[in-house]
């Protein structure tokens, strides 16, 4: 390639200007995601130099591939589009962020779903294990470099946790991975019921994505999608001065329901309380499985008077539930904790008075709701 003739894309090589468009696509990606860190580095979540790192890795990955590229270099490996190359970097970039995240550091999980989806429509099934292999691995050196080296910033039992949470999320989309590539063999090769197979590819991306936001079992949301929803809450509720009630919901015994009738009892159970439950509340409010047999709700606009009433209605219609095809005797009763958020208080302290609360619920009898003690400003 001639210096004095360089173009930024190739005149004579359709294949090539491809692969380096989809590079520049890439390249936004990491452009938004620097946007992102610089917002964190605003918030104190990271310090210049840390940023600065951060920055000169991924300025040194896009160039290094544009490069690449660029000089036919990548046409000497079996996959000329690089496409393994590229993902393994991105994770390391953001396992890069990881390191430095501290408390925000599964937030920076949430930067890589993206990558997962191109890599599962890129990938076949082996080359997604290969990539979700690597990010395992990547993740676990992580952890052990945290404990090593900063361990007053990690929360050992957490993050493994969200490792085995991403351990079954890649499971997941490996297997999906196979399921869209089978599809695109299809296509490819019978090139016959075209729109019918666009509409399965449109059905198992949307799976994707409900995937990513709502819990297996129950269908309703999961514990980190109502994590980031409570958040979004909370920074409306500092801008407009809204306020919002979160609500603890146990399964009231639900350990004798499982060794009286059995697992698959205690999962018809939970599916009935989370779809009942769920339906009863507005469309602005939301609900999901914060873990085990319990349930978060969250009701916007609404005052711990409100969220009493609504959650009155909710153990009610729990009360009501009846389990013929199990047994007539099978009864399930719920125990509510209440708090109503504080407006310029943290997520956390209001979920602590609701579990204060829930504990007071039990401790009084269960089957009922209680309500944390508000002092408003």
């Not at 452009?31 to 580095?41: D, E, G, H, R």
């Not at 490792?163 to 997941?172: E, I, N, R």
Request: aromatic share 12%; with cysteine; net charge neutral.
């Amino acid at each position: 390639m001639n210096a004095s003739s360089f173009a930024l894309f190739p005149s004579n090589d359709r294949d090539q200007e491809l692969r380096l468009k989809r590079f520049l696509i890439a390249s936004g990606a990491y452009a938004m995601n620097m946007c992102f860190v610089l917002v964190c580095w605003a918030m104190d979540y990271f310090t210049t130099s840390e940023v600065t790192g951060y920055v000169l890795l991924v300025l040194a990955i896009n160039v290094g591939i544009y490069l690449t590229i660029r000089t036919d270099f990548n046409k000497r490996f079996a996959d000329p589009s690089l496409t393994f190359v590229q993902l393994a970097l991105a994770s390391l970039s953001g396992l890069y962020l990881m390191y430095f995240g501290d408390a925000v550091r599964s937030t920076f999980l949430l930067l890589g779903v993206a990558a997962f989806v191109f890599g599962m429509l890129r990938f076949k099934t082996r080359g997604f294990i290969y990539l979700s292999a690597f990010i395992l691995g990547g993740y676990a050196i992580l952890i052990a470099l945290l404990v090593q080296f900063r361990p007053a910033d990690i929360t050992l039992r957490v993050d493994v946790l969200q490792w085995m949470a991403l351990l079954v999320t890649m499971a997941q989309f490996t297997y999906l991975a196979g399921f869209i590539g089978n599809l695109r063999r299809k296509v490819r090769d019978n090139n016959i019921e075209l729109e019918k197979r666009n509409g399965e590819l449109e059905a198992a991306l949307k799976q994707i994505s409900d995937m990513a936001i709502r819990d297996e079992l129950t269908g309703v949301y999961n514990r980190r999608y109502l994590m980031e929803r409570i958040a979004e809450e909370t920074q409306r509720c500092i801008r407009n001065g809204s306020v919002f009630c979160i609500c603890i919901i146990d399964i009231d015994f639900f350990k004798q329901i499982n060794d009286t009738y059995g697992h698959l009892v205690g999962d018809e159970v939970l599916r009935k309380v989370a779809t009942t439950a769920s339906g009863a509340l507005r469309q602005t409010d939301f609900f999901g499985r914060f873990g085990g047999e319990e349930f978060v709700m969250v009701l916007t606009d609404t005052l711990a008077e409100g969220a009493l009433t609504s959650a009155e209605r909710v153990r009610k219609c729990i009360e009501g539930l009846a389990f013929p095809d199990v047994s007539d005797k099978l009864k399930v009763t719920i125990s509510i904790g209440i708090a109503e958020h504080a407006r310029r208080g943290e997520p956390e302290a209001t979920f602590k008075c609701a579990d204060d609360a829930l504990y007071r619920a039990k401790e009084g009898g269960r089957n009922r709701c209680v309500v944390a003690v508000v002092e408003r400003g």
